[in-house]
């Protein structure tokens, strides 16, 4: 487990029925008005609800006393009538209110997830799958909406009712009353037994639910991998038995709730044959109410009891959102390796000077990837990183970014330590160009538009002519505002690479780090994009991680770097002249790219 992963924290079987739904319950303090509002029209529809209960034993005792005139039972009937006129008005309201606190609260915990995932470093994202990630943020949400929608309502009508129907039936029959509340306390012991029971399964529902989203994610977008490689009836065992996990472990929650409900509705039954038994021996025996009384007390009765079986189907949605909050808290109590230390301050103009100081890094599951590198880097200069896969330079990348922190040494930015500045007024200076380009759903222009959204037309067609893109975008159906799809995968690689550095061109960033920005071009457009560059580094620091050296043959300086460890640097010269882990990686490229090229001259121009 990762250190910025947490067990799931309801782990406790014995747990309070509803716990994690109770903690989530902050998020409505912003609405306690419409939620109090919400609350008191529905117990004024409850009153409303009962009275005509209560009506309907002074309309039998009028009866069997002999009261004939009709305004009595006129007033009796206009009242039971207003019962109901304002029982729909208030329950009306109250539905509104609380439908509609649901619906804000819904959209704020998802707002609050959202917002909390993007302070969580990219590693985070590795190691879960963006299905069940997605599975949190929508399915178990929305399941939360509809506990606070529907089951907060009926817990609000459950407990309105039993405490007015009880203090109203211990007023006009004591004794009653505590006959008919006898076998109460066996429901609560049924209650608990299936609360114990049911809370792990459907905790594990949740979970594959999350498993199944995050397979489906997965095969669906590389659906035209899986039919190259004919792999299709394998995963699609894969994804069955993934849907079998899930469809076991909800029908064995449905078996808990099946064994639970005979016993609620056996205490609902004891109940309510004792009052019909005790009920009926008492008015016979003229010791009891009066048959109008005796009526009233039935029909209360039948009303504080029926709900019994309201509350078996209740207690099974308390534990649906029960699980459905745990998973949801469990990512909330995800906390980020890397956030602004306590006293950070915002960089204040364009940084000036990088350095890395005997750096050294080690990931949490994984030995020393970067043993002790050290560099300088100011304005104007570009610095290149190579090496043989596995030597360390993305890890370099991904600590420039801090989306880690070094485990040794010191990054520092015109001489103060990186961790000094909060990270979005930092990485608000870079832009960043990696290999595997990503795009989002949406237009060229959407994309390129990311990082400086205010930008016109003018720079971000004058950006993608620097990155070596315009003419390609313009010979798109709708050019600019083309939708390239999910991932971009309307595009090449190639033609990716260039909308993506066209991004980080856009930004102006004081900090430019490529990361294999051009490996998915041909050698002559790379030459194009490299001049471009080449004349776009002043006033700025930029960092190229290339495999291809000859990206990177016109830098500064060139760290080669092996094992993470700095092996050899110097600028491109030097480095051949040393004949040593360069000259030989440059020995092999140059006569490749001789090959590829036909012995064209894919170098004319300045590159880096």
Not at 27 to 56: C, E, Q, S, T, V
Not at 553 to 574: A, F, K, N, P, W
Request: charged share 20%; aromatic share 10%.
């Amino acid at each position: 487990m990762t250190r910025n992963q947490v067990s799931p924290p309801n782990k406790d079987r014995h747990a309070f029925l509803g716990r994690q739904v109770w903690r989530l319950y902050t998020f409505l303090r912003p609405y306690k008005k419409a939620m109090i509002g919400g609350l008191a029209l529905n117990i004024l529809a409850r009153a409303f609800d009962l009275l005509p209960l209560a009506i309907a034993g002074r309309v039998i005792d009028a009866a069997a006393r002999g009261e004939s005139g009709p305004k009595v039972y006129l007033f009796y009937g206009l009242t039971v009538l207003a019962s109901f006129i304002f029982l729909a008005v208030f329950q009306s309201g109250s539905d509104y209110m609380l439908s509609a606190l649901a619906q804000k609260t819904r959209h704020d915990i998802r707002l609050a997830l959202y917002g909390h995932l993007q302070s969580l470093e990219p590693a985070f994202f590795e190691d879960r799958q963006t299905g069940d990630i997605m599975s949190v943020i929508v399915a178990d949400v929305d399941a939360l909406e509809s506990f606070l929608t529907d089951s907060t309502t009926s817990i609000i009508r459950l407990v309105v009712t039993f405490c007015g129907i009880y203090g109203y039936l211990f007023f006009l029959e004591w004794r009653l009353a505590l006959l008919l509340f006898v076998p109460l306390p066996l429901a609560i012991f049924a209650v608990r037994r299936f609360v114990t029971r049911v809370q792990p399964r459907y905790r594990q529902t949740r979970r594959a639910v999350g498993a199944i989203a995050g397979i489906l994610e997965n095969n669906i977008s590389g659906m035209g991998v899986i039919q190259a490689y004919t792999a299709e009836d394998r995963l699609y065992e894969a994804v069955s038995a993934r849907s079998a996990s899930y469809r076991d472990e909800a029908i064995a929650a449905e078996g808990e709730r099946a064994r639970f409900l005979p016993a609620i509705y056996a205490v609902a039954g004891l109940s309510f044959g004792a009052v019909f038994a005790g009920g009926g021996y008492l008015v016979a025996a003229g010791l009891g109410p009066t048959v109008g009384d005796y009526t009233t007390f039935v029909l209360f009765a039948a009303r504080l009891v029926l709900p019994l079986f309201v509350f078996g189907m209740l207690i099974n949605q308390i534990q649906r959102a029960e699980a459905a909050a745990s998973r949801v808290s469990e990512l909330f109590a995800v906390r980020p390796r890397v956030a602004d230390a306590p006293g950070a301050v915002a960089l204040r103009g364009k940084p000036s000077r990088l350095e890395f100081r005997d750096v050294r890094f080690a990931y949490p599951s994984r030995g020393q990837v970067i043993n002790g590198i050290s560099f300088s880097l100011a304005k104007g200069q570009v610095l290149g990183v190579v090496g043989p896969t596995g030597a360390g330079k993305s890890t370099l990348v991904k600590l420039l970014l801090r989306y880690f922190e070094p485990t040794g040494g010191a990054i520092t930015v015109d001489g103060a330590s990186l961790a000094a500045y909060t990270l979005n007024s930092y990485r608000g200076h870079l832009g960043y160009v990696s290999q595997d380009a990503f795009l989002f759903h949406g237009t060229v222009a959407e994309n390129i538009l990311l990082g400086r959204p205010e930008a016109d037309m003018a720079a971000v067609r004058h950006a993608a002519a620097v990155a070596g893109a315009d003419d390609f975008i313009m010979k798109l159906p709708s050019g600019y505002d083309t939708v390239i799809g999910e991932r971009g995968l309307k595009l090449s690689g190639g033609e990716r690479q260039r909308v993506s550095l066209a991004r980080a061109i856009l930004r102006d960033p004081a900090i430019l780090i490529l990361d294999e920005a051009t490996s998915a071009v041909d050698t002559r457009t790379e030459a194009i994009i490299q001049q471009n560059l080449y004349a776009f580094r002043e006033d700025r620091l930029t960092l190229a991680v290339a495999h291809r050296l000859s990206t990177v043959r016109q830098c500064s300086q060139i760290l080669v770097v092996v094992d993470g460890y700095v092996v050899e640097r110097g600028d491109h010269e030097t480095l051949l002249a040393a004949g040593g882990v360069y000259a030989g990686m440059w020995a092999v490229q140059s006569g490749a790219e001789t090959l590829e090229e036909g012995g064209a001259s894919g170098g004319s121009g300045e590159t880096f």
